[in-house]
């Protein structure tokens, strides 16, 4: 594993007056070779975070921060990589609260290991000694691709409910699999995720959900099946056993929103998870599905913004959703179609995405999505004529219009309805032509 170390850091562990271990998700990926140039490197040693201060600033190191309470240091070598030491301790926990209520700093590796969740996180790596350490027998379970809790799993998950959502994350990271027991301490204590704030679940599920999509799929049926799901998105899993029309749908409302995400790029995760979650509510309500992109998209802006996600997640995953039924059943006309291109331009390559997904999703079926075909076909034409597709591609502006004549509070209105004109036909789209059109429309607005 040596070779995969950053330079700096062989200088820093040669220097250190103690043995400086690399623990954690790094050793762990190196050992079933999956290691990433860009990995976190996680450090541990039993001396004090003052001694590897200094010896870190003498390699010519930055101290980031320092947090004496959990004997954690985070610093960065001369080449901006990142790095976080913790001293060997152990914790005791208020259960199901994420942050320890008792640190008792220690010498014993083993009792090092024993605070962390599952055995494969708690194999050591010694650069200068170039031999591994493995207290608890990890280095087998991450040869069988297993999570094993480090103590009996009711322990650890009651310990800190943060863990149930790590779980699930660091499965679709890694593809390995909860041991039987494992699985069972999770579900019995799925409910502790509520002592979690909504930004720590929202950061483990964003993780989750940038893992590739077979493995994002794995991780969300974990989440599914140790009942966390129905914790933290409790509108998303009363789909589960709601069926659909089987002409459409070979699986229930859930499943589909589970393989909406297998099949769709990173991007628009969240769009593809939460596409379909207003169907419970309105066949609870109406016993049909007929509003649910209205309703999915109020309720999927609840869900999140419960969740504290950003702002602009929030509104880009709401448009996406009241749009993913848009023109399923290919009847909308091209003119149509054209304004909802120009009216949604920036988020167009995503929502045709969501189109793909949604439709690989009812029967796993990877063919070319109808919807997505016909629009892509009319983007290429409105490219092809020189049609517009958003206020950046009219050849009049809003100056040109100023100069006629329009009224300023005229002018983001008057290029709105010119937008709209032209991207019906690329011939339009000439200056001269729109500001004739524009003279006669804002003469008859004036005479009106």
Not at 207 to 231: H, P
Request: charged share 30%; with cysteine; glycine share 6%.
């Amino acid at each position: 594993m040596k070779k995969f170390l950053p330079e700096n850091f062989i200088r820093l562990a040669s220097a250190s007056p103690f043995p400086l271990l690399v623990v954690g998700g790094s050793v762990r990926d190196f050992l079933c070779g999956t290691l990433m140039q860009n990995a976190d490197w996680d450090i541990a040693g039993a001396g004090e975070d003052e001694e590897l201060i200094s010896a870190a600033r003498k390699a010519g190191f930055k101290v980031d921060a320092v947090y004496q309470n959990t004997g954690t240091v985070r610093l960065s070598d001369p080449l901006g990589i990142k790095y976080e030491f913790t001293r060997f301790r152990s914790d005791k926990y208020v259960r199901g609260l994420h942050a320890p209520a008792e640190i008792e700093f220690t010498t014993d590796i083993k009792k090092d290991a024993a605070r962390r969740d599952f055995t494969a996180n708690a194999v050591y790596y010694d650069a200068v000694g170039e031999k591994f350490i493995d207290p608890l027998g990890g280095i087998p379970d991450i040869q069988k691709r297993i999570f094993r809790t480090v103590a009996p799993a009711e322990k650890v998950f009651g310990e800190d409910g943060l863990r149930l959502m790590r779980l699930a994350r660091l499965a679709a990271q890694t593809g390995f699999s909860p041991d039987e027991e494992c699985f069972a301490g999770a579900k019995k204590h799925a409910s502790l995720i509520r002592d979690i704030v909504p930004e720590r679940i929202f950061a483990e599920l964003t993780r989750l959900l940038n893992a590739d999509g077979e493995n994002a799929y794995f991780g969300l049926c974990i989440l599914k099946n140790t009942g966390v799901l129905a914790e933290i998105m409790p509108e998303l899993a009363s789909g589960d056993g709601l069926y659909q029309r089987a002409d459409f749908h070979k699986y229930d409302v859930l499943e589909h929103s589970l393989r909406c995400v297998r099949y769709s790029p990173k991007q628009i995760r969240f769009a593809a998870l939460l596409h379909d979650v207003g169907k419970p509510f309105c066949f609870e309500r109406d016993k049909n599905f007929y509003r649910h992109p209205e309703e999915g998209t109020r309720i999927a802006g609840e869900i999140l913004n419960r969740l504290k996600a950003p702002v602009k997640l929030v509104a880009e995953t709401k448009k996406l959703i009241s749009l993913h039924m848009r023109d399923f059943d290919l009847t909308m006309k091209e003119n149509k179609v054209r304004r909802a291109i120009a009216e949604n331009y920036a988020l167009f390559s995503d929502l045709l995405a969501l189109f793909q997904a949604d439709f690989s999703a009812c029967k796993d079926d990877l063919s070319p999505a109808p919807v997505a075909v016909k629009w892509q076909k009319i983007f290429d034409k409105m490219k092809s004529e020189g049609a517009p597709r958003s206020l950046k591609e009219l050849k009049v502006k809003g100056n040109d219009l100023l100069e006629i004549g329009v009224k300023p509070e005229k002018i983001g209105y008057a290029l709105n309805e010119l937008l709209l004109f032209a991207l019906e036909d690329g011939a339009r789209n000439d200056r001269d032509a729109l500001v004739r059109r524009a003279e006669k429309f804002f003469r008859e607005k004036s005479e009106g």
